[in-house]
């Protein structure tokens, strides 16, 4: 079965910490593009975070620069996302997904929902 499942996600007060995961089986992301998406309610999904796996280049919005790191790890062929300093504006359905290099091929993870309240 080729799929991203997703973990980690839960209920946390501001100022907290929560780490995603993004567990692929069925291939390798290897030779994957990763990011990590998010759609808040009555907002569009936005690029949080994504790796480039020819350089190990991150890229962050801004809105989560300094607080969330993206990593991978290739032995358990997993992509995180470590999020601290969590404020109620970063509650959101968070997405994983990775995308093939070279040709048309997209994968993406089943959500999980970070909310984030006092």
């Known amino acids: 079965q080729v799929q991203l499942v997703e973990s980690g996600g839960g209920l946390v007060q501001p100022g907290g910490s929560l780490r995603l995961s993004c567990a692929a089986s069925?291939?390798?992301?290897?030779?994957?593009?990763v990011r990590w998406y998010r759609q808040a309610p009555g907002k569009e999904r936005e690029l949080v975070a994504d790796?480039?796996?020819?350089?190990?280049?991150?890229n962050y919005a801004d809105s989560v620069k300094g607080r969330f790191t993206i990593s991978k790890d290739s032995v358990t062929n997993t992509v995180y996302l470590q999020m601290n300093s969590l404020k109620p504006d970063d509650t959101a359905v968070y997405y994983c997904?990775?995308?093939?290099?070279?040709?048309?091929?997209?994968?993406w993870g089943q959500g999980a929902q970070v909310t984030v309240s006092s």
């Open positions: 997904n990775a995308q093939h290099l070279l040709v048309s091929i997209n994968y």
């Open positions: 790796l480039r796996p020819t350089d190990d280049n991150t």
């Open positions: 069925g291939f390798t992301l290897r030779n994957y593009i």
